[in-house]
């Protein structure tokens, strides 16, 4: 074949197919509201108002509001038709609360059966505010009876009963659930609106054996640690996500820490060997590498670079070490006085409250610096809450709230049981 005869067929192709455009056009779409840049909270109620002609009639008009990538983030409204022209006007419900503030769009699709034509209009939408919405206490009646409380001003409210021992608890404000670990080797979920159990895990551990186990939240995600060697992560329905896996059941996992692409497990060692600290990659799963130390780890916190700090005790005195994620070393940051560790909580960016002895330390962290915060206060918990700036110290039956950083006493009351933990509810 020469090339004009080539050329002259790509040519006569090219006319065919502009020619068939011209025959089925795509479907045109006016859209009249809402205008341009108009501002929205959420669960508010989007009206659009919208047409499409189409030569060859309209098959279907839907609305619906996207993000920046084009996903959906409401339902999407369809409405068929078998006309050259049709008009639509309804709306659209902004009921994810888990929206945030910034830029959407209404994107209206109008098909003729072969063609789909989409058009945007720019919208700005306001997130719902964060709100704290209940304080839940746990207290252990017995070893098989935990029993949860929400703290009502200075009244503790009964809501349910947990029948095992307690371990661990924690609140997924994002799914709405409230998680506990007990003592004899399972976890439950619950409703946080009537506290129904809507699923619970088994065999975490052998309940004959001690267990240093812990339920905690990451990325919208309940992880929990097993007495066989594992952290697992799972979603709002109890399906596994994620998985660690420490290759050895003579190390519990007892307390994790996420930050940036990493997980740092603390594994109280079974037996008379030391206890470890596994680094975990978190998005692929494996372990990066592993460090035998003679201590426990109380709390895990970011502390600068690549670093991460560790409040903990090594023969019931109190110790802060630093690990770095960098260069794969732990190292001691500071003298901290000779008595035990309780427990230690992050105020602010740089700022901790550490409750060691009989006080409560201030320790800033950008300066190295070790102050006394509340003299002559014990305290066997700290819980910060920062949406409203408060901490609260629980010493076995007595509750203690604080405003911070005034450190002026706004409630105090006591409890018929030791308090084992505290935890906040939020709206999303």
């Known amino acids: 074949m020469n090339k004009q005869i080539y050329f002259l067929l790509i040519l006569i192709g090219l006319l065919i197919g502009c020619r068939k455009e011209e025959i089925n056009p795509p479907p045109v779409i006016?859209?009249?509201?809402?205008?341009?840049?108009?501002?929205?909270?959420?669960?508010?109620?989007?009206?659009?108002?919208?047409?499409?002609?189409?030569?060859?009639?309209?098959?279907y008009i839907s609305a619906s509001i996207v993000n920046d990538f084009l996903s959906v983030v409401t339902t999407t409204n369809t409405q068929q038709f078998n006309t050259?022209?049709?008009?639509?006007?309804?709306?659209?419900?902004?009921?994810?609360?888990?929206?945030?503030?910034?830029?959407?769009?209404?994107?209206?699709?109008a098909s003729d059966g072969n063609n789909v034509t989409r058009s945007y209009t720019k919208i700005s939408i306001i997130e719902e505010p964060l709100v704290l919405k209940n304080i839940l206490i746990f207290s252990e009646q017995s070893s098989s009876q935990t029993e949860v409380y929400s703290l009502d001003s200075n009244l503790f409210v009964s809501k349910f009963t947990y029948p095992q021992g307690f371990q661990s608890a924690a609140i997924n404000s994002y799914n709405q659930q409230i998680h506990i670990l007990g003592t004899q080797g399972s976890m439950s979920t619950f409703t946080t609106d009537d506290y129904t159990e809507e699923w619970y895990i088994n065999q975490i551990n052998n309940p004959l054996q001690s267990f240093y186990g812990q339920v905690d939240v990451i990325d919208n995600t309940t992880f929990v640690s097993f007495g066989s060697g594992y952290i697992k992560g799972y979603d709002k329905f109890g399906v596994v996500r994620k998985s660690f896996n420490t290759q050895g059941i003579q190390y519990q996992p007892s307390i994790f820490y996420k930050w940036n692409y990493y997980l740092i497990a603390f594994e109280k060692a079974i037996g008379n060997q030391d206890n470890r600290i596994d680094v975990f990659y978190y998005g692929a799963g494996g372990k990066k590498i592993s460090f035998y130390v003679d201590f426990d780890v109380v709390q895990f916190f970011y502390y600068r670079e690549d670093k991460i700090m560790m409040w903990g005790n090594k023969n019931g005195k109190a110790k802060l070490y630093e690990l770095s994620l960098l260069y794969n070393f732990i190292d001691e940051i500071k003298t901290l006085p000779l008595e035990q560790l309780f427990s230690a909580i992050q105020v602010e960016e740089n700022i901790f409250l550490a409750a060691i002895g009989n006080d409560i330390y201030h320790f800033n962290s950008n300066t190295n610096s070790l102050n006394i915060y509340s003299a002559g206060v014990h305290a066997d918990l700290l819980k910060f809450e920062e949406l409203n700036s408060v901490?609260?110290?629980?010493?076995?039956?007595?509750?203690?709230?604080?405003?911070?950083?005034?450190?002026?006493?706004?409630?105090?009351?006591?409890?018929?049981?030791?308090?084992?933990?505290?935890?906040?509810?939020y709206n999303k």
């Open 84 to 109: 050259l022209s049709a008009q639509v006007e309804s709306y659209l419900v902004l009921d994810d609360i888990h929206l945030t503030s910034g830029t959407y769009y209404l994107m209206i699709t």
């Open 391 to 425: 901490f609260f110290i629980v010493n076995q039956n007595t509750l203690t709230v604080k405003a911070y950083p005034q450190n002026i006493e706004l409630l105090t009351t006591t409890h018929n049981q030791p308090i084992k933990a505290i935890e906040f509810l």
């Open 30 to 59: 006016s859209l009249i509201e809402p205008y341009t840049n108009k501002h929205y909270n959420v669960f508010d109620t989007v009206f659009y108002k919208a047409s499409a002609q189409d030569q060859n009639g309209v098959e």
